[in-house]
């Protein structure tokens, strides 16, 4: 008798805990596997009604085997047990739109004051042209990219080397030295930039009559008739 009991408490032990299951992940492994069954389950297709959250609006095609639904109905349940959310996946942000190149600074390609012109060449040498008989005068230029100042030096070879100091919006060049600190200045002195050459005009085609005479470009038969 006592044996009969025993085994009917064994059994309803054992149904017990067959219908109250416990979670057999935690922590780190459930999230893991949480991830796991989003990857290869929902956004495959698999329905989820168990899990709060999973019911993702994808628009995919369930083109699932029954095997991979049988052990996505597994991993469901084992989920469910350990009380497990899903949670909606952002949507993944818009790419910036890709800054537009800065327009290159345009510097003087030419400095015309009222002593002489300045040439400068895309190397930043340059060169000064006097409009008297003096010697050309030879240097270099740099630009500054955010104000715009040209700072240089300019070698004359009847005199000496002189430091400079260009504002173009001043359209005034110091020498040995920068605003506030020489009284050795160019006034007047204005950039400009070297424009591209018009295109040349287009000839008219000229008719090719051979050994016969032109006239204004047309054939002219010799004894006067037409070609």
Known sequence: MRLCITVLLLVSLGLICESSPSCKFTGKKLQKKGKSFIKKCVNKGFPSTRLYGCDFDVDIDNDMTRKQLRKCNKMERRLEICGYECEEPEPEPEPEPEPE????????????????????????TMTLTWENNRPDANGEINWNSDTGVGSGHMNFPDDRIYSLTYYPEEST????????????????????????????????????????????????HPLGGSP
Do not use: F
């Not at 327009?103 to 040439?119: A, K, N, Q, W």
């Open 101 to 124: 190149p800065e327009p290159e600074p345009e510097y003087c390609d030419l400095i015309r004051t009222p002593s002489g012109v300045i040439i400068v060449r895309p190397d930043m």
């Open 173 to 220: 060049i110091y020498w040995d030295g920068d605003r506030g600190t020489t009284s050795l200045t160019w006034q007047n002195a204005y950039c400009e930039q070297e424009s591209e050459p018009e295109p040349e005009p287009e000839l008219p085609e000229v008719e090719q009559c051979g050994y016969i005479q032109h006239s204004g470009g047309k054939c002219i």
